[in-house]
């Protein structure tokens, strides 16, 4: 399959800090591709970046097969952009925001129309067009927003954080809309902060600090992670925590609800350890078993080991 | 879309935003009549006719009721009344009753007849220095006139005949003839300006928020990740202000028309294209500001700074020839020199297009490098 987007080596310093480290990066055509990390790790300015919208430190990327420094206005109009921060005319109608943007996407009048249209059917706000934007929830404006980066066909997609502080029910709609866009063959490439939705990409990529720290499907993530997990359910669960953090042999503790969930890159006698060190303190174990990791075990688990870029290079 | 279509296309979105903000727009279309008359109204009084004035008169003869009757025939000077005593004249004097008091002192006329040193006294308020050169002059004139009928007064009585002894006293007079703006009135002079000055306030005010504005909003970043241009968005932006400007030169002239005499319907189209280039030379300056200001903010405080300068330097109250010289070569950075210049020079001298080529063609350089400047400030990497 060819690479929709390539980067090679791209970096992005701002003074002295280094956003984008060494950034390589691959993305197939046709892939919903979504970007894992804290903020601040980078993603932002990686998309700003593929986007055309800021210049590259060090290093290469290629969006369409074209070169974002060279040919920066050409890649524009194909791929669109939806910004982390609602970034529409709120004075505007809907379709009004709609038509303008198609139009500077240089749509002809005909096109507008049809593709205005249809735009509005297909993120379900037809019976708001006439609505003035600031007006909107936020669900509908993310909606919104997603309708005018898809208004001129791009054949990539870039949404940043497209479902922030959005109800599970508009996460949903989303996302429902993201796979009938990918279904057309367009490729996305989607940031987010909520593991589940990284369940739902094709492949993810974690970034930490500036640097890609992990890439793959789901399944590959989960199955290379270096790491064991142990579910601990152990009472009272903060003291727990804090013994079995001081067990050697431990790499990591997070505590969920009742339980724990417990790093190990030496899985086999851990569980017998533990047991013997929570209940010498007199803490009641109910039981310790392996567990099959999700992503967010992967994500901290990666975050945890990840080393920290160096700043101010 | 070609070019001419994005920026059609961007200029209608601004029309839509323009028209959505009632109370903008409103503003927008009263301030410069507003503007226009109160600057107007406020300059006219600085246009003295009459300055109020008393007379002192101690001497008290026949002869002397001659003097004062002369005084009331000047029209610069308004004599109210005559007071009786020094003590009340200065007094009306120190209260800013009046601006200046003429006191024939007692004996005067004696003197004159006597051949004696006569002086007559003249007491004037220095605060308002335009008023007491006025006054000077004119009891210049009344005693002249005095003299010289006395003198052929005096020659008759010896025999000479008063049309002979006019030409033996020759007396000198100096006969100035103003030619353009023959009432010199200042608010003639200052219009100009005026106009120039509303014109630009609101212009470059209006220009310079707007890019900033979006950026703010964060609207600007989703239209710098489509393939727009910066010369799509600068002139899609420039297009519906010059239009409200245009309306507003078109209100203001006939503010100035109406209420202040200023001869407009004579050179309509000469003034009009004046006007038009200065506005756009006005909006170019507030897209300058707005491609290098972060914020709104920012924008208007480099606004400010723009502005008002350009009230005290472009020659719209005073000629700039009176700036001294180490200071003046700022005044020629300013449009509104120029367009100030060219619309006295239409307006008092009834200049046609071939005497203000000079000045239609510095604003119309203005505008072209402003523009272009506008366009290479805004870049569309943002960093």
């Known amino acids: 399959m060819p690479l929709a987007i390539e980067t090679t080596n791209l970096t992005r310093r701002f003074g002295a800090v280094t956003a984008v480290a060494n950034l390589n990066l691959g993305v197939r055509a046709g892939e919903i591709f979504g970007f894992l990390g804290p903020n601040g790790a980078g993603k932002t300015t990686t998309i700003r970046m593929l986007c055309g919208l800021l210049l590259p430190s060090e290093g290469t990327a290629c969006v369409a097969g074209m070169d974002v420094t060279r040919d920066a206005e050409a890649i524009k109009r194909r791929v669109g952009y939806m910004p982390q921060r609602f970034s529409l005319y709120g004075d505007l109608t809907v379709e009004e925001n709609l038509d303008f943007f198609a139009g500077v996407y240089r749509l002809s009048r005909r096109q507008r129309r049809t593709q205005v249209l249809e735009t509005l059917e297909r993120v379900g706000l037809a019976d708001r067009r006439a609505a003035l934007t600031e007006h909107l929830s936020g669900g509908l404006k993310q909606r919104l927003a997603l309708g005018c980066a898809l208004v001129h066909v791009p054949a990539i997609l870039f949404l940043d954080e497209p479902t922030a502080g959005a109800d599970p029910l508009s996460r949903q709609r989303m996302w429902d809309l993201l796979y ?69 042999g431990v790499s990591g503790v997070s505590v969920y609800g009742h339980t724990l969930r417990v790093f190990s890159r030496t899985a086999a006698d851990l569980p017998r350890e533990l047991e013997a060190a929570l209940t010498s303190r007199g803490i009641v174990v109910r039981g310790i078993r392996p567990v099959p990791p999700t992503l967010e075990d992967v994500f901290m688990s990666l975050t945890r080991t990840a080393p920290d870029v160096e700043r101010g290079r | 879309m070609s070019t001419l279509a994005v920026i059609g296309h961007v200029a209608r979105k601004e029309i839509r935003q323009i028209l ?51 005084f009331s025939t000047y029209d610069e000077v308004e004599i109210e009344r005559q007071v009786a005593t020094l003590e009340e004249a200065q007094d009306l004097l120190a209260h800013g009753k009046i601006k200046a008091a003429i006191i024939i002192p007692a004996g005067f006329m004696r003197q004159i007849e006597s051949g004696e ?21 004119v009891a210049q004139r009344v005693i002249q006139r005095y003299n010289t009928e006395r003198a052929i007064k005096g020659l008759w009585a010896r025999g000479v005949r008063p049309d002979r002894g006019l030409r033996l006293i020759r007396p000198v007079y100096v006969q100035s003839e103003i030619r353009y703006n023959p009432g010199r009135q200042y608010l003639s002079y200052v219009m100009p300006g005026v106009i120039g000055l509303t014109l630009q306030l609101l212009t470059v005010m209006l220009m310079a ?23 799509e968005i600068i002139l899609g932006k420039l297009l519906p202000y010059f239009g409200i400007s245009v309306l507003n030169v078109a209100t203001i002239l006939f503010v100035a028309d109406r209420w202040f005499g200023i001869p407009v319907a004579d050179r309509l189209p000469l003034l009009l294209l004046l006007c038009c280039l200065f506005v756009l030379t006005s909006l170019a300056t507030g897209l300058l500001i707005s491609a290098v200001s972060r914020t709104q903010f920012q924008a208007v405080q480099i606004a400010v700074f ?53 000045d239609v063609t510095v604003l119309g350089g203005f505008v072209v490098v402003f523009l272009y400047w506008a366009v290479l400030s805004f870049h569309k990497r943002v960093n």
């Open chain 1, 180 to 248: 009938q866009v990918a279904a057309e063959g367009r490729t996305i490439l989607v940031t987010t902060h909520y593991v589940e939705e990284a369940e739902r990409c094709q492949t993810i990529a974690f970034m930490h600090a500036g640097r890609l720290i992990g890439a793959g499907s789901p399944d590959q993530c989960r199955a290379e992670l270096g790491e064991a997990v142990l579910e601990v359910d152990a009472v009272p669960v903060m003291q727990a925590a804090e013994a079995v953090r001081a067990t050697p």
């Open chain 2, 20 to 70: 959505r903000d009632r109370r903008s727009l409103v503003l927008i279309l009263v301030m410069p009549i507003v503007l226009t008359f109160l600057f107007g109204k406020a300059l006219e009084t600085g246009e003295l006719r009459q300055i109020p004035s008393v007379i002192l008169n101690l001497d008290g003869s026949p002869d002397s009721n001659v003097i004062v009757t002369a």
């Open chain 2, 117 to 137: 040193d006569a002086q007559l006294q003249l007491l004037l308020d220095g605060t308002d220095n335009t008023s007491a050169p006025i006054v000077e002059g």
């Open chain 2, 209 to 231: 928020i707007t890019i900033p504005r979006e950026r703010e909003r964060g609207t600007l970043d989703q239209l710098m990740a489509s393939p727009v241009t910066r010369t």
């Open chain 2, 306 to 358: 723009y502005v008002l300068p350009v009230f005290m330097l472009s020659g719209a109250y005073a000629p700039i020839e009176a700036i001294p010289d180490y200071i003046r070569p700022i005044s020629y950075l300013f449009p509104l020199m120029y367009f100030s210049r060219a619309v006295r020079a239409v307006t008092l001298r009834a200049a046609d297009i071939v005497q203000v080529w000079q």
